[in-house]
């Protein structure tokens, strides 16, 4: 089956290091992406792994490890615009199926 | 300059009606979608279509019929409405369908919703 499975919400503080795990089983795999999706906009788009490793940009890194079926998202420097929820998804062996995982809502306090 | 639009933004209705939400890509792109983000903010994709064809068909019900004149264009159209199709529909093209160089990537850039409400 395929499941993306990701915290609920989280809290961090303005200035602060917030990690957002994601954790994904699906039928084959092509690749892991995260959006962020501000209240009552769509998704944009954040990063793409898809080889083992750091993606770093700017403020935003993503980290996958395939083995593990896992991924982070790394926020630095939090700032107020940054509360938003964050969306985990993989793409399937065809390279066509996003699978989103529920997304993380994200709070960033003064 | 609108590079994924959707109408209308905001469609109230009373169950049992039938319905159409439009969608238009600016960029180019070969593949689009329809998703569905429910209450609890699910993103589920429901069609995707590449080319004027249909590459993916989720668990939808027959209810739901996708309609793409062009492949800038991809139209969802609804019968006899139910009170559990009440979400938020979001367009979104991408500008490969499978394989480039190895790796498949497919960055989606979404519309900006429709927000349908069943009443």
């Known amino acids: 089956g395929q499941n993306i499975d990701q915290p609920t919400e989280m809290t961090a503080t303005e200035g602060a290091i917030v990690q957002i795990n994601c954790t994904y089983q699906t039928s084959g795999f092509n690749g892991l992406f995260w959006y962020q999706q501000h209240a009552g906009e769509a998704p944009t788009f954040l990063s793409y792994?898809?080889?083992?490793g750091l993606e770093e940009k700017g403020r935003f890194s993503s980290f996958l490890s395939r083995s593990k079926g896992y991924s982070y998202l790394l926020l630095k420097e939090l700032q107020m615009k940054d509360s938003a929820s964050y969306l985990c998804?993989?793409?399937?062996?065809?390279?066509?199926?996003?699978?989103f995982g529920p997304g993380t809502r994200l709070s960033v306090l003064p | 300059d609108t590079a994924v639009s959707q109408t209308p933004k905001y469609l109230v209705t009373q169950m049992g009606n039938d319905k159409s939400i439009k969608c238009e890509q600016n960029l180019g792109h070969d593949t689009m979608y329809w998703y569905k983000q429910d209450s609890k903010k699910f993103l589920k994709i429901m069609f995707s279509y590449n080319n004027k064809e249909l590459i993916i068909n989720e668990t939808v019900p027959n209810r739901f019929s996708p309609k793409s004149p062009d492949k800038a264009h991809l139209n969802l159209h609804i019968n006899s409405l139910e009170l559990g199709d009440s979400a938020v529909y979001f367009c979104a093209s991408s500008p490969y369908s499978g394989r480039a160089a190895g790796f498949s990537y497919n960055e989606q850039f979404f519309g900006p919703g429709t927000r349908l409400t069943v009443l």
């Open positions: 792994n898809v080889l083992d």
């Open positions: 998804a993989a793409l399937d062996n065809y390279g066509q199926n996003f699978v």
